[in-house]
């Protein structure tokens, strides 16, 4: 019943032997799991009952799901061989790409436009981006240099504390405060950095799993520096030259400046296209990066510590950098985080938020940045979208997670561009 | 005198793995280090450049300690190494590939020296674009040595680049090293367990034998010396 055997056509009697045989073991499981069952009598009193009729048709699912199955795979094997051998034109799937970044960021620009009057639309399609815009960063370090980082949502922490602290604090406004925290950020990316900088693969992220536990830990317990568990409330939102979303009448209102009707969505749609050009920025900067020097050897210091070491690169900086920048992009979207919400607790940073932005990276395709928009898209939108599951919406996540994987194993989009391309003896070469 | 090694001891934790090595490299040589597996010969290579670090000796590059300089700046003073099992970077492309070998090199001069590595291995310019990773093992250590050769070195150092190669590019390998002495006064260092192959090219050489220097002389010498020919070419360890 292994795959390996449904790789070569069978003939009619052998699928029906192994559809049996799956049907067998479907019956012998089924008999306690469905056939019986135990009703209350009331009192201490248990009945057990049976369902044959019920364990009769799951049976026959079973029977004639195997035959099901063996079709499929079949042709689809069958596919796999007739697709021609050599790797498919990078040139074209590079193109195609292109083409699919550019009409989702149109998308983007426009769902703002399409979902109006939609609170609940535009509010999930801003934390699509955010997941998009920490995938882009975590993708630095663990995409690109290879360096296995399960505490990445602490430099998110650092980033929102760091804006609510200044804002709340000292009035910092958020664009004051923005490279201010991401500064900070950059500087805990170079203090998680520098001591893990012999560690690879699990030993760095067990490391980096502490780390972003004593992060955490720090918030919950520092209560007269970052309010505990209460968190910090009251952090004010995001504004535009020194101009507030507010209602109209209240001091640098947009509302008065511009003399249109105020509408509590104004705001909304202002956060919404603010995380958007950070993600986009954040795109603009990470792909800039993979052409220089110290982006190209990111890469190879994954594919080779000690080749990089033969070939004099400073393998030191490269790491120091891979953490710092891909700190500072998450703390970015802490800012934004922050001030998106208006109240942040050590709640929001707990080691799952860095295990679904790990997650987006490996779904959408190590390195890949297009793979991490359609990783968040999947992963912030199916439990969403799977809300009328109820207490199956997270084994409906989990079978999707699942699914990618066997589908794909290195990622959605596992394709990777070249950062250089040769165009002749005469032609540029940067 | 290019490079001399003067009384080098290295430890990797408690074993003790070079001990009191003497070895000198002179501008426009081969040099061979020819021993058994173990012997301490890519220790020796790796010491060089600083891994590990040598517990006590000198490491003198045209008359400048590097004993202690960090890796990157060992390698920044003109020595290139290619090391054991090639190690190229298997998911970039071979052009890379060969970028990354130009870590600290003008790049002005990127397309110059790659158009000498392209003559040099005509093999990678019908491969430019390809993943490494896909090249057969012979062309992945041409990339290897055609990678070390971008960052124009002085010292080009080779830790045996005959390993799990067909006999066919075994013998390009070899005519390769010839080449670059003759056409590019290059200086090499060259660890081989093929010592058959490695003493023919070899202007000098030594054999390590638990991480003593046992034997030196020309190539032509340890190829006729009955102790070497025992040990390392009449079966032995030799091929």
């Known amino acids: 019943m292994q795959a390996a055997a449904t790789t070569h056509a069978m003939t009619l009697p052998q699928r029906l032997k192994d559809a049996f045989s799956v049907a067998f073991i479907a019956l012998l499981l089924g008999i306690p799991m469905i056939g019986l069952t135990t009703t209350d009598e009331g009192g201490t009193a248990l009945k057990v009952l049976t369902r044959w009729p019920a364990l009769a048709l799951f049976v026959a699912i079973c029977f004639v799901g195997r035959l099901a199955l063996q079709v499929v795979r079949e042709a689809l094997a069958r596919r796999r061989a007739r697709r021609p051998a050599k790797a498919p034109a990078q040139a074209g799937s590079s193109r195609l790409l292109t083409v699919i970044g550019w009409a989702g960021v149109g998308a983007a620009l426009l769902v703002p436009v399409a979902f109006s009057d939609n609170r609940y639309a535009v509010d999930l399609a801003t934390t699509v981006l955010i997941y998009v815009m920490l995938g882009w960063g975590l993708n630095v370090v663990v995409g690109l240099a290879g360096l296995l980082d399960l505490g990445y949502v602490a430099f998110y922490a650092v980033g929102a504390y760091t804006y609510a ?15 201010v925290a991401g500064g900070v950020a950059a500087f805990f990316g170079v203090i998680l950095g520098y001591p893990t900088l012999r560690l690879r693969g699990d030993y760095l992220a067990i490391v980096t799993l502490g780390f972003g536990e004593i992060i955490r830990l720090i918030l919950v317990n520092w209560t007269s520096f970052s309010g505990g568990p209460n968190g910090i409330s009251e952090i004010p939102r995001p504004g535009l030259f020194g101009y507030n979303f ?11 400046l511009l003399q249109i009707d105020y509408s509590p969505m104004q705001r909304l749609f202002f956060l919404y296209y603010l995380i958007l050009a950070l993600a986009l920025l954040t795109n603009l900067f990470v792909r800039g990066m993979r052409k220089l020097p110290t982006g190209r050897a990111w890469e190879a210091v994954r594919e080779d510590e000690i080749a990089c070491k033969a070939l004099g690169i400073n393998t030191t900086h490269i790491k120091l950098a891979a953490f710092a920048i891909g700190a500072m992009l998450g703390g970015f979207a802490g800012v934004f985080f922050a001030a998106r919400q208006g109240f942040i607790s050590p709640e929001s940073f707990t080691f799952s938020e860095s295990a679904i932005i790990l997650a987006i990276v490996v779904l959408g ?7 991490v928009v359609l990783a968040s898209l999947v992963l912030v939108l199916l439990p969403e979208l799977g809300r009328d599951f109820a207490q199956y919406r997270m084994l409906l996540f989990g079978a999707a997670m699942v699914l990618i994987m066997v589908w794909r194993p290195g990622g959605i989009l596992a394709h990777r561009a070249p950062t250089l391309v040769y165009t002749g003896p005469k032609g540029d070469q940067a | 005198m290019m490079l001399q090694l003067s009384g080098l001891n290295a430890h990797y934790g408690h074993v003790h793995a070079l001990c009191g090595v003497d070895l000198a490299v002179q501008g426009g040589e081969i040099v061979t280090l020819i021993g058994a597996n173990g012997a301490g010969k890519s220790t020796l290579m790796m010491s060089i450049f600083g891994v590990p670090r040598a517990s006590s000796g000198r490491i003198l590059f045209e008359g400048e300690d590097i004993t202690q300089l960090p890796t990157h700046q060992i390698s920044h003073r003109g020595i290139a190494l290619v090391p054991e099992g090639r190690r190229i970077y298997p998911r970039m492309t071979v052009l890379e590939n060969l970028q990354m070998g130009t870590a600290k090199a003008d790049p002005t001069n990127f397309q110059t020296d790659l158009d000498r590595m392209e003559a040099l291995f005509p093999i990678l310019a019908d491969r430019r674009d390809q993943r490494a990773g896909t090249l057969s093992g012979g062309e992945q250590q ?22 799990g190669l067909a006999p066919l590019y075994i013998k390009k390998i070899f005519q390769i090293i010839r080449e ?32 003593r220097i046992v034997l030196s002389g020309t190539g032509a010498e340890l190829l006729a010396s009955p102790e070497v020919r025992a040990a390392y070419l009449d079966g032995g360890g030799g091929h």
């Open chain 1, 365 to 371: 395709g190590m390195g890949s940045q297009m793979g």
């Open chain 1, 165 to 179: 602290l200044l804002s709340t604090q000292l009035g910092w406004s958020f664009w004051q405060a923005l490279p």
């Open chain 1, 246 to 256: 507010t209602p109209p009448g209240s001091e640098h209102s947009i509302a008065d």
């Open chain 2, 180 to 211: 670059l002495k003759r056409d590019f006064g290059m200086t090499v260092l060259l660890v081989e367990q093929n010592a058959n192959h490695a003493l023919k090219v070899a202007d000098r050489a030594y054999v390590l034998q638990h991480g």
């Open chain 2, 142 to 163: 041409m990339l290897a040595i055609a990678r070390a050769l971008m960052s124009r070195p002085k010292l080009l150092m080779l830790d045996e680049p005959s390993l």
